[in-house]
């Protein structure tokens, strides 16, 4: 399993936005998105040029966000570009990210969410159900009603252009890692400052071919 790519935007007032991956997706990986309205009980829905329609992951409304994980396995390669929409004249916050070595269908296995209101308390996403397998993939991701940065905790890889996009619109964190073990999965995100917080994750099946070996991948 290894990161690819991912690529990041915070849009004022808007009902759509689209993202282009930074480079072209390999055919077969993985995709998987953050997006997150800055209105309550948001419609959101996610496609993109080449692979149509995402999987609804996980969506939730809380702490005034709408938040959400979708995701496509098995990629067709080439240039793409993903569109967001979320019903609501708020901000819309969006990340997108690439993966190798996710299995090529239904590779979803557990997903959890958590939210509180405006504070610097520490926000627990999760925990999940528990995993049926050992070899996961978790991408975990937070919606912040205020303008900062956000800090990952233990063993989560940090998206830097996910975390670098604070704007007055508020700001959208996103982190993942791998997993060795069954169990339930969680991830913490603590804000820099006050903020209301909403949080999803998911967790994804890696190939069984998949070696992990100190956080990089032998296929």
Do not use: R
Not at 69 to 94: E, P, R
Not at 185 to 212: C, D, E, K, R
Request: proline residues 2%; charged residues 5%; aromatic residues 6%.
């Amino acid at each position: 399993m290894a990161y690819i790519q991912s690529a990041s935007q915070n849009a004022t007032a808007v009902n759509s936005a689209t993202q282009a991956f930074p480079s072209n997706v390999t055919a077969g990986n993985f995709k998987v998105v953050i997006v997150s309205k800055q209105s309550l009980s948001s419609t959101l829905t996610v496609s993109d040029n080449l692979d149509g329609s995402y999987t609804q992951d996980l969506v939730l409304s809380a702490a005034s966000d709408t938040t959400g994980i979708f995701s496509k396995a098995n990629a067709t390669g080439g240039a793409t570009t993903v569109t967001f929409t979320g019903s609501g004249s708020n901000a819309l916050l969006v990340d997108i990210l690439e993966f190798s070595g996710v299995v090529l269908s239904s590779p979803t296995d557990q997903t959890g969410s958590a939210s509180h209101g405006t504070n610097s308390a520490t926000l627990t996403i999760g925990p999940s159900g528990t995993t049926t397998q050992a070899s996961e993939l978790i991408v975990a991701g937070s919606s912040l009603h205020t303008a900062q940065t956000a800090t990952w905790g233990s063993g989560f890889a940090s998206d830097p252009n996910a975390n670098a996009t604070a704007t007055l619109a508020g700001s959208l964190a996103a982190a993942y890692k791998v997993v060795s073990a069954i169990g339930s999965q969680s991830a913490t995100v603590t804000p820099g400052g006050n903020a209301a917080m909403t949080g999803v994750l998911a967790t994804y099946f890696l190939q069984s071919s998949t070696i992990v070996f100190l956080g990089q991948a032998c296929l």
